[in-house]
């Protein structure tokens, strides 16, 4: 059950520039063949979380629908995977339009871009921020303009309709209760989170120091922000590899962080020191490294989450109510989704296929 985006990217799309905010944005909709739009759709993990027939929706007796959704970026394979999966569910009801804008990884573009999407006229608004705190002020005026606002993977501060995605916090613990088994329950290791001030860097970190509790033999050496990219975890991890003779393990909110470190590793000659790694994303190249030894454990989390974000857009719309959906700790409502298995060498090889990425697995410079 392959997910690349070979498979997902047969839908059609037309990218734009939009000057204002220097952003690029992508438009997509339902018109046209909708043969492989159904092909991409039956491989998504989710598909019953907020179930919806295919057709036309009427809202107020018009089928013409559009759905703005600010993703954090396109830098990276997860995010645009993300923006696959939304499109795979656009294209099963007639009459939808979704506008996809880039916010460049930075607050400001992306809270100018929520701003560039209100003022089209959009009749929902699906975000997904770079960092929550920072998004919070756009996500209330999409509140206050009275639209849906579908939130996905990191939540805002602030009042929305529905925040839906898998628990970070419980990714992480699991993937750190296989590395302190590793370990035997003793050993130096070293963090790299993900982009600082992120609600899924906050919760992985949440999860780490949760299991750590249970393992007072592991010391943590140092924490840096990896910032969910390799550069800056190559930066950290040469530093980290002069100021550290002994360390067991690396434990990285990211597979990008990982490879990274490795390259890092391998850099400064100590691939012999056999340093473990512990990461987290899910996609297929990852598990390849889990079952070649190159990551001994990989946390589960999936980016085909967009086509919740438009189904539940549609629904708030239509006045459904959102099944699954509780209050929680913040404003609004949240909508957990289930965890997937952590990837170890033992189950590596069954979810190769079901991963995600279609870029080519990294040559492991230690190997």
């Not at 295919?54 to 559009?66: A, L, Q, R």
């Not at 705190?133 to 996500?139: D, Q, S, T, V």
């Not at 070649?292 to 006045?319: C, H, K, T």
């Amino acid at each position: 059950m392959s997910r690349k985006p070979g498979t997902l990217g047969a839908l059609a799309a037309a990218v734009l520039f939009t000057a204002g905010c220097q952003a690029s944005t992508i438009t997509a909709n339902s018109d046209g063949d909708n043969g492989d739009a159904g092909k991409a759709y039956e491989t998504l993990p989710f598909t019953d979380i907020i179930p919806m027939e295919e057709g036309p929706v009427e809202i107020d007796g018009s089928n013409e629908i559009t759905i703005g959704f600010s993703q954090t970026c396109f830098n990276h394979p997860w995010r645009t995977e993300m923006i696959e999966s939304a499109k795979a569910e656009v294209a099963r009801h007639e009459g939808v339009e979704l506008i996809v804008a880039d916010g460049n990884c930075e607050v400001a573009d992306q809270s100018n871009d929520v701003a560039d999407l209100l003022s089209k006229g959009v009749d929902a608004i699906i975000l997904s921020p770079v960092e929550s705190a920072g998004l919070a002020p756009a996500a209330r005026r999409v509140m206050d303009a009275g639209l849906p606002l579908i939130v996905l993977d990191r939540d805002v501060p602030a009042d929305k309709t529905l925040f839906a995605g898998q628990s970070n916090e419980e990714m992480a613990y699991e993937t750190a209760k296989t590395m302190i088994e590793d370990l035997d329950g003793e050993g130096k290791i070293l963090e790299i989170t993900g982009l600082s001030g992120s609600s899924a860097a906050t919760d992985r970190s949440a999860g780490l120091r949760r299991a750590l509790k249970e393992a007072s033999g592991i010391e943590v050496l140092a924490v840096g922000d990896g910032e969910w990219v390799r550069e800056p975890a190559v930066a950290l991890m040469d530093d980290w590899l002069t100021k550290y003779d002994d360390i067991d393990a690396v434990f990285s909110h990211a597979e990008e962080s990982s490879w990274g470190a490795q390259q890092a590793i391998a850099n400064a000659g100590r691939c012999d020191a056999e340093i473990l790694h512990y990461t987290h994303d899910g996609s297929s190249p990852g598990f390849e490294w889990v079952a070649e030894g190159g990551f001994q454990a990989d946390g589960n989390y999936s980016p085909y989450i967009g086509d919740i974000g438009v189904r539940a857009a549609l629904g708030a719309l239509q006045g459904e109510p959102m099944p699954g959906a509780e209050e929680y700790e913040e404003p609004g409502q949240r909508l957990q989704l289930p965890s997937l298995s952590t990837v170890v060498p033992e189950n590596a090889e069954e979810w190769i296929p079901k991963g995600w990425g279609g870029f080519d697995k990294p040559v492991d410079p230690c190997a």
